[in-house]
């Protein structure tokens, strides 16, 4: 199913901000927002972009190489290629396809994809419409029991990697979003609702299927009552809308805020399959994750930059903690990945592979699961041509001595 270019698209989609030029066109604000905008000044949502472009990469040449294998294991599982799509909530605010779409676009690319707790599709009803095994992404409730039924139907329906993320405490400062509406409850004057109305596509979408809201937490949503849709639309929308904010109350309200290395300690015991602490930017952080909990790695994350703005981006924060746990853990990255030269920088610092969560949002935004199968072809083929380029057999053979110091000269 291959993206087929509107007429009034701009320029075909080549690149992933193409694609977000075309995604921004088609949703609301309210919906843009949520999706693109980070945390206060967005000094580490741009830094997380910026910062892998002050690596350069070492270019040998009459090497022979023509075609460079991308092949490799995350989480214990082949993949063809160093690239999974992170967990991403009300992935249904971007098309009502969402984790499904997503999920099975991963897998004809043959990566896979992490669930979040927050998506609008519930994990068996992913499980079901897809043919590999994929990777669950755990927002710790504050009621053990709750974790627990959720690690459990997890394990049940076939998931076979747990991601717990532990970098929401509270939920950062998105002032984009809050200027935009989307404030829980969502907050609709007439003005957004006109926007909204101006994608007449999404609206009808959003009415239609409903799959705006985040299916496990609205499963405890009963005594969360909807409260403001005003405006016009209020009763267009009913429904979905009071879904998404039942969803973003009860998300709020059941997080675990003072959540402890005790907590991953007992989740650790829950799960015995591999566990994977997500939102770790200190390797003091990441060698009590490997050497006190037992995980089999952790994500170098900041949340793609929506959490605690002017934290360090993804790519700064890798090295040193390959440093500490490398020889003994997996650390994968995810945050600011937006070209294959990216994913090659990180995995020449030691990353053993990285995940994306924007770039696949703008192409399902846009297209449903081709654009997310565009978006991976885009990785794919960037990594390829930037390993040929490099002279460089495969994805295995990346280590730092393919790193250029641009200023003194040599290698790192
Ligand atoms: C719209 C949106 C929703 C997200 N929802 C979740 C989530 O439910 N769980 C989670 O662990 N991370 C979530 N994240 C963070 C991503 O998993 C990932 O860390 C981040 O998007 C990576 O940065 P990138 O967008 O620059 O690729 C979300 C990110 C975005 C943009």
Request: include cysteine; proline fraction near 4%.
């Amino acid at each position: 199913m291959a993206y087929k270019l509107k007429l009034k698209d701009p320029a075909p989609p080549v690149s992933v901000e193409a694609w977000r030029k075309l995604a921004r066109r088609r949703l609301p604000d309210l919906v843009w927002n949520y999706l693109d905008c980070g945390a206060e000044d967005h000094v580490t949502l741009e830094e997380n972009v910026s910062g892998f472009r002050r690596w350069r990469l070492r270019q040998r040449v009459l090497t022979g190489v023509t075609n460079p294998s991308l092949a490799t294991t995350m989480a214990g599982e082949a993949v063809a290629m160093p690239l999974g799509l992170a967990p991403t909530g009300a992935s249904g605010l971007s098309h009502w396809t969402g984790d499904i779409a997503a999920t099975r676009a991963s897998e004809k690319a043959g990566t896979r994809a992490v669930l979040s707790t927050a998506s609008v599709y519930s994990l068996e009803e992913v499980a079901d419409a897809t043919e590999q095994n994929h990777w669950f992404q755990l927002y710790p409730f504050s009621n053990r029991e709750k974790v627990g039924g959720l690690i459990d139907r997890a394990k049940a329906a076939g998931y076979t990697a747990l991601f717990v993320t532990v970098d929401v405490p509270v939920l950062g400062n998105r002032e984009g979003e809050r200027i935009a509406g989307m404030t829980h409850p969502w907050t609709l004057t007439p003005p957004r609702l006109l926007n909204m109305a101006s994608r007449p596509r999404w609206l009808y979408a959003a009415m239609r299927r409903r799959r705006l809201a985040g299916v496990h937490y609205l499963e405890h949503a009963a005594e969360v009552k909807a409260q403001t849709l005003a405006g016009g639309l209020r009763r267009v929308i009913h429904g979905a809308g009071d879904d998404a904010i039942a969803s973003a109350e009860n998300q709020a309200r059941h997080m675990q805020s003072d959540l402890h290395w005790d907590d991953l300690a007992w989740m650790r015991d829950h799960w015995k399959g591999p566990l994977y602490v997500k939102g770790v930017l200190d390797p003091d952080d990441a060698a009590q994750a490997v050497d006190r909990i037992g995980c089999e790695g952790v994500v170098v994350s900041n949340h793609g930059g929506r959490q605690l703005d002017r934290t360090l981006s993804s790519i700064d924060a890798l090295p040193a903690i390959v440093d500490r746990i490398g020889d003994r853990a997996e650390v994968y990255l995810d945050g600011g990945v937006r070209r294959g030269t990216d994913v090659v920088t990180a995995l020449c610092l030691g990353a053993r592979g990285v995940f994306i969560g924007r770039p696949y949002l703008y192409g399902l935004a846009v297209a449903g699961e081709a654009g997310v199968s565009a978006i991976l072809e885009i990785f794919r083929s960037d990594m390829a041509r930037a390993l040929a380029l490099m002279g460089c057999p495969g994805v295995a053979a990346l280590d730092r001595s393919w790193l250029v110091n641009s200023h003194g000269g040599g290698q790192f």
